[in-house]
């Protein structure tokens, strides 16, 4: 057995008994439901923040986003900001929906929509969309775990082997200690991700020669044509090297999505859409569980724009940069080693046919040279991957017992009976997801396109709840159906559906915007339409109840409402020349892409300097809204509990 696999035994060891210990403790502590379920509303500031930033940053981060970084080039990199876009839609909802859980005692989201709405429809599609969500996603992270655990111990695990045994430990854990343990073990998780990304990283930019060595190689990389999609051919993005450029602003002629677009997938559009979907993140209703579970509102703000959008928002436009960008000059890209473009060959050109293979294949360039560091960044991964399963496995169990079997099958159920149908429904969640990973993984692949785009469709429900009370309860129903199907058959899992039935008549993703940006655009259209035909005063006057109550605790004061304008037109700018249609500009304004690096401004690539800019100025813009609107912070005015521990109240109670 090499020093390597030893090393790595020894810290999956040490990872693994912290799992288990907080997995063991918090079931000591969890004496009620809420206290299972949401941690008795009593998460710690720190353990939020560094658990909340786990779970939105998960394996994909760690592995699956350098590979596509160097599959596409920079012009995929601008998905490095949902490092913003993610905690934008916490800013939104988390602190307004903490008011509504704490003043009504709610545990699950569903209890929420079904007393504002006063209805059950919402409750059960909040609960579809979290299993749509939990289960194709948890089976991805799982199966993740497992072939990185056969790639580093070379073989001697197999990739199902890997991943059962995996997934037994983070079921152990979550299934005894609840949201509590998951919270805890994901403090951990999140110090081992930013760890890892950061080291991986600094092995690229050294493999490379350092900042100005890997920069001179770009700029050779970028006045060549070599690259996956060739050029942009001038498609509003100006006629550069595709790793180097967007390529345009959207691109009709890619004819409902059945052509390759032209110069790359990554369009001014593409990546606003995108960003969409991963706002889905923190619109789940695993997020609306996170919010419910804290004592106050304080880690909000910090989480939200120290931890997340400045902390992994650097980590990512630098060190994930290094590894994917790196990766061309490193022997990864045999085109480019062939041009003789290359600083060295550590990499395999192997790389090319599975870009998810970079980051394990820079670990084994040091395994040699320290055995020990290879082990500890494999746990950095392990532990990246499980750490949003982990939660998603843990609030979904949460929302099968509170909205389907406590709400119908056993309103009465006592808090032990509630702990044991939790655990048993994660057990079903976890072993849905290993069984869908192991025996399907192309059925994997399809639903798991599908997981964030849904948690995008729960914006209209939320912003609802928080924000509007004109969206009315069948308004709602309808545009979230309506939503969830324009995802479905605007991704493959749909399409294969269409075709089996002689339907093909577009693509995924049409005209280069993504499904979440479609499944959104028929949501909202279908929400407005219905709830300008379904006004109802009662009904209204039943909503405003919580919109009162909202307005009275966290409206601005009159000094600062002149202020709301400003933030609007903040933010429309920076989501248009950020993360969408005005981002072309990025790619030449700071120097053309093949002008060399005599003609950069900054010694880097333009886009690579326009990205850099546009998160600090994305970060300015979290702390505006987060602190300077009070999106995020402490309303002024304590709010009174109604309901001590929702754990023995019939739903419904609550908010009547």
């Not at 912290?18 to 004496?31: H, T």
């Not at 995929?76 to 008011?99: C, E, N």
């Not at 333009?606 to 600090?616: P, R």
Request: net charge neutral; aromatic share 16%; charged share 10%.
């Amino acid at each position: 057995m090499s020093a390597k696999i030893v090393w790595l035994f020894v810290f999956v060891l040490l990872y693994w008994s912290y799992c288990i210990f907080w997995g063991f403790k918090s079931a000591q502590m969890a004496k009620t439901a809420s206290d299972y379920f949401i941690a008795g509303r009593r998460l710690s500031m720190w353990v939020f923040i560094l658990a909340a930033t786990a779970t939105s940053f998960s394996g994909w981060t760690f592995m699956g986003h350098p590979g596509l970084v160097y599959r596409d080039g920079f012009q995929y990199a601008y998905a490095s900001f949902y490092t913003i876009t993610i905690p934008f839609t916490g800013v939104m909802f988390l602190k307004r929906q903490w008011m509504l859980g704490k003043r009504f005692g709610y545990v699950t989201p569903g209890e929420m929509f079904a007393d504002y709405f006063r209805g059950d429809a919402i409750r059960i599609l909040t609960v579809i969309v979290a299993l749509l969500f939990s289960i194709p996603y948890l089976g991805v992270q799982l199966g993740a775990s497992g072939f990185l655990f056969n790639v580093l111990t070379d073989g001697m695990f197999t990739v199902n082997m890997g991943m059962w045994l995996l997934s037994a430990v983070v079921f152990i854990y979550v299934a005894a200690g609840g949201l509590r343990a998951v919270a805890y073990v994901d403090t951990l998780q999140c110090i081992l991700l930013a760890l890892g990304i950061v080291i991986t990283g600094l092995i690229a930019l050294n493999f490379a020669g350092g900042w100005g060595a890997l920069n001179d190689g770009l700029a050779k990389l970028a006045a060549s044509p070599v690259a996956k999609w060739g050029t942009t051919k001038g498609y509003g993005g100006g006629d550069y090297n595709s790793y180097f450029a967007i390529p345009g602003v959207i691109q009709f002629t890619a004819g409902l999505g059945k052509q390759t677009p032209v110069g790359g997938l990554w369009t001014g559009v593409m990546c606003l859409t995108y960003m969409f979907a991963l706002m889905g993140i923190q619109s789940s209703p695993a997020f609306s569980m996170w919010s419910f579970s804290n004592n106050n509102p304080r880690p909000f703000a910090p989480q939200q724009v120290w931890a997340s959008s400045a902390g992994i928002g650097f980590i990512l436009f630098f060190f994930t940069a290094f590894q994917g960008m790196g990766a061309h000059l490193l022997g990864a890209n045999p085109a480019v080693s062939e041009a003789g473009l290359a600083l060295s060959d550590v990499l395999t050109g192997a790389i090319a046919k599975k870009p998810d293979s970079l980051v394990p294949h820079y670990f084994n360039q040091i395994a040699d040279a320290a055995p020990w560091l290879v082990g500890l960044l494999a746990v950095c991964a392990l532990a990246a991957m499980q750490s949003t399963g982990a939660a998603y496995m843990s609030t979904a169990g949460g929302m099968l017992t509170r909205d389907l079997y406590k709400r119908y099958l056993n309103p009465t159920a006592s808090h032990d009976n509630q702990k044991i149908t939790g655990r048993a429904g994660v057990g079903l969640i976890v072993l849905a997801a290993l069984l869908v990973a192991t025996f399907s993984r192309d059925a994997l692949v399809l639903l798991g396109g599908l997981a964030v785009a849904f948690g995008f469709q729960m914006w209209p429900a939320l912003f609802a709840v928080c924000w509007y009370p004109k969206i009315t309860r069948e308004g709602v129903t309808w545009g979230l159906v309506a939503g969830l199907l324009g995802v479905i058959f605007t991704e493959n899992f749909g399409l294969m559906i269409l075709k089996s039935v002689g339907i093909d008549i577009w693509g995924r993703w049409p005209w280069t915007m993504h499904s979440a940006g479609w499944g959104m655009l028929f949501n909202a259209s279908v929400c407005w339409i219905v709830s300008n035909n379904t006004q109802d005063e009662t009904e209204m006057a039943h909503r405003m109840k919580y919109h009162s109550f909202l307005n009275e605790h966290a409206s601005l004061s009159e000094d600062k409402k002149s202020l709301i304008p400003t933030a609007w037109g903040i933010t429309l700018a920076w989501l248009f020349f950020g993360v969408g249609p005005g981002a072309v500009i990025g790619n030449w304004i700071f120097g053309a892409p093949d002008a060399g690096r005599a003609g950069w401004t900054f010694g880097m690539p333009s886009i690579w300097a326009w990205q850099i800019l546009f998160w600090a100025l994305g970060v300015g813009m979290m702390w505006f809204l987060a602190y300077k609107m009070e999106m995020s912070t402490v309303p002024e005015k304590e709010i009174e509990a109604l309901v001590e521990d929702i754990g023995d109240v019939a739903v419904g109670e609550a908010g009547s």
